[in-house]
Nanobody, 127 residues
Framework: QVQLEESGGGLVQAGGSLRLSCAAS????????MGWFRQAPGKERELVTA????????YYTDSVKGRFTISRDNAKNTMYLQMNSLKPEDTAVYFC????????????????????WGQGTQVTVSS
């Protein structure tokens, strides 16, 4: 069983930055592909970005490319999301998720295959 806990959310003005963290309670986090999802009010949850177990492969949805950066520190069992140039449309609850991966370079973009989820952290961007 993998437990995930997000932190770092908050209220920020448009153009500002936030860094989210996702701490995983697992012995070997490098065997898990991980991702960040978000859900805005009245909308479906969507994949924002994902990263392979090794950290060497990543995926970004078009709306955040060039503004958000996903990374992970496997020694600390933690994944990060650096969010810059935030926009009001980035306002959402952000969730981290993980699934067992069978290749260190594998990036998972299918929401339905993630097995473990955090509780979410609210990010609010004011205009």
């Amino acid at each position: 069983q993998v437990q995930l806990e997000e932190s770092g959310g908050g209220l920020v003005q448009a153009g500002g930055s936030l860094r989210l963290s996702c701490a995983a309670s697992v012995r070997t986090v490098s065997i898990y592909a991980m991702g960040w999802f978000r859900q805005a009010p009245g909308k479906e949850r969507e994949l924002v970005t994902a990263i392979s177990g090794s950290g060497g492969s990543t995926y970004y949805t078009d709306s955040v490319k060039g503004r958000f950066t996903i990374s992970r520190d496997n020694a600390k069992n933690t994944m990060y999301l650096q969010m810059n140039s935030l926009k009001p449309e980035d306002t959402a609850v952000y969730f981290c998720a993980a699934r067992r991966a069978y290749a260190s370079s594998y990036v998972e973009v299918n929401e339905g295959t993630y097995d473990y989820w955090g509780q979410g952290t609210q990010v609010t961007v004011s205009s």
